[in-house]
């Protein structure tokens, strides 16, 4: 295992980075600041480390290779195999946190950040709280709050209605006929454990018909080929997607599920990542898991489907995405988030009228999510420095 770098006097720094958010990004960030001399707290406003991880479902492995999901200086041990499981990753970050001597702050929740005018921060906080801060790295996570469709007559649904995010197992759903929402990588694999779990049916609702990739080919990764293709032209690697498409994936149109008609990068551009196949296409080709049409609407116990139809499952499951919840944290600051809600600058860039302030973790690429926070740690510890030196002189 490798040592930690000793790093230099941190005495001299008069206010601390405050890196918001307990996660990988946010971990990975402080971890970087630490190995530079900069001193950074981690304010997190779960109890624990890796909270979003520890909510997860059982059945979660991460889609990325154990070697390529490693953040700074520390490697995920080789027992946790080539996909690691959703508690191993708990079990890395909690060990990561340790093992880098992270100064982290629990049960704080940042509320709203305010620019001092001078490159600094002010942090207002639970408890009435008022931090201030030399520079701040937001880490508060891709997936942050579950974001459930307003369908009409939602709330006169008699059946249970969950989103993803509140998703365990399938013991609860044994016997039962359970409906899908939303056929992105969460809802994919909720279905096919569904499936395999007992449940007496299972539907997918599909609103756009998904890139359905394999996670690894032939002992290739899919992350690999996300990584080499990242730069280049949209429109080669639609064409090139659509051939391997061809090959490694089989048409499920038959079953309701047809190809997309719009190109795998062209859909990554929109924020729409490649399913991983993780039982997805067995399960849809041996019915275990019905494609069915998008979610209209609810009328007493009926679900009402875009192509006019009506079922009446027991149990709908919405894998219907998040959002990243940054406005009332930083909604207030001018030209720092877009009309989405999402940080216009991110990594070690800054917003031009927000020196100081970084975000991490706000993407999804194909490259791997863990492997780019990473990457983003290292690039934003040296920006904060350069701040830093910046702010003193």
Known sequence: MPGVPTPPDMTTQPRPVYVIGGGPGGLAAAAALRARGVRAVVVEKS???????????????????????????????????????????????ERYAEF????????????????????????????????TAAAVVVATGYNHTPELPDW??????????????????????????????????????????LAEGGAARVRLAVRTAPHIVRRSTAGWPAQRTGILVRRLPVRLVDRLGALVAKVAAPDLSAYGLPRPATGLYSRVREGAIPVQDVGLIDAVRAGRVEPVAAVEGFEG????????????PDAVVAATGYRRALEGLAGGLEGVLDERGEPRAHGARTPAQAPGLYFTGFTNPISGMFREMARDAEKIARAVQRHLRTARS
């Not at 195999?81 to 970050?93: C, F, N, P, Q, T």
């Not at 116990?301 to 009446?312: F, M, N, W």
Request: hydrophobic share 40%; glycine share 12%; aromatic share 6%.
């Open 301 to 312: 116990p009926e679900v009402l489907l875009a192509d006019g139809s009506r079922i009446t």
């Open 100 to 131: 880098h001597e992270l100064e982290i702050v629990t049960g704080v929740e940042v509320t709203r950040l305010e620019s001092d005018g001078n490159g600094g921060w002010t942090l207002h906080a639970t408890g009435g709280r008022v931090l």
């Open 152 to 193: 009409p007559g939602r709330d006169a649904y008699p059946g249970r209605l969950l989103h993803a995010a509140d998703y365990r197992d399938p013991a609860p759903y044994a016997g039962l006929d359970v409906l899908v929402v939303g056929v992105g990588n969460t809802g994919a694999e909720i279905a096919v454990d």
């Open 47 to 93: 109890d624990d480390v890796g909270a979003s991880w520890r909510r997860h479902y059982d059945r979660l492995r991460l889609h990325t290779t154990r070697r390529l999901s490693a953040l700074p200086g520390l490697p995920m041990p080789r027992r946790f195999g080539r996909w690691v499981a959703r508690a191993d990753v708990v079990r890395y970050l």
